[in-house]
């Protein structure tokens, strides 16, 4: 069984482009996390989807930053005219049902880099 | 408001030693505590987590952590290190008051040199 991808492992990109970063979570799991661990910090919590439920984006830190989750699945965030402050590593994370016993099983990570 | 606090930026041990990282905590409800490792150049791994129960808790590699709620405290912990268990430690929690929300702590490198 496949774990948690994410794509693309690196992404470098100039200061007013928009990105969008992809996260493939473990097939089944139906909970979804996205995270921004910047240097030196511990991890930031974006976003969070969870079935057919409303997503929580109470972490995103602008509007900027927006996050869908297609079929339940797939998920993309998507950061338009980045600044240089994005560059960090997004982390995508997933769980059986989201529940607060659940283990989150981390993807490697995209790491951002705004020029 | 949850929050994670690891004093330690940074934990240097010797090969064969016990190694201890630091975390302390602050929830509204029970805490659900749990601990990941990040190797370099991999994605963030489970170590162990505590739920209820037995205030030790075994984990992978060895490791095992003490929840102490007088303390509000979770340290990782292992009896003799290794050279491979150098890496960024996460400390987390979450409460029982229904959130789904997990935070986490800032993270401590662990260098154990031979």
């Known amino acids: 069984g496949a774990g948690v991808s994410q794509s693309p492992s690196n992404k470098v990109t100039e200061k007013g482009k928009d990105v969008e970063l992809r996260c493939d979570p473990i097939?089944?799991?139906?909970?979804l996390y996205w995270y921004r661990q910047s240097l030196g910090q511990g991890l930031e919590f974006l976003i969070y989807?969870?079935?057919?439920?409303?997503?929580?984006k109470s972490g995103l830190p602008s509007d900027r930053f927006s996050a869908e989750r297609t079929g339940g699945s797939v998920s993309t965030l998507t950061i338009q005219r980045t600044q240089q402050e994005d560059s960090a590593v997004y982390l995508c994370?997933?769980?059986?049902?989201?529940?607060?016993?659940?283990?989150?099983?981390f993807g490697p990570g995209t790491r951002l880099t705004v020029l | 408001a949850q929050s994670v606090a690891q004093p330690e930026d940074q934990v240097n041990v010797a090969e064969g030693n016990p190694l201890t990282v630091k975390c302390t905590y602050s929830?509204?409800?029970?805490?659900?505590l749990f601990w990941y490792v990040q190797y370099p150049n991999r994605g963030l791994q489970f170590l162990l987590k505590?739920?209820?129960?037995?205030?030790l808790v075994k984990g992978s590699y060895g490791f095992e952590a003490e929840f102490n709620k007088s303390q509000t405290s979770f340290h990782l912990k292992k009896p003799s290190a290794l050279v491979s268990d150098s890496a960024l430690y996460f400390c987390?929690?979450?409460?029982?008051?229904?959130?789904?929300?997990?935070?986490f702590g800032a993270g401590t490198r662990l260098f154990v040199k031979a």
């Open positions: 994370a997933s769980t059986i049902r989201g529940g607060a016993l659940d283990t989150q099983y």
């Open positions: 505590y739920i209820t129960g037995d205030n």
């Open positions: 097939s089944g799991h139906t909970a």
């Open positions: 929830v509204s409800g029970n805490p659900y």
């Open positions: 987390a929690v979450r409460d029982d008051t229904g959130g789904f929300k997990t935070i």
């Open positions: 989807f969870q079935g057919n439920s409303a997503p929580d």
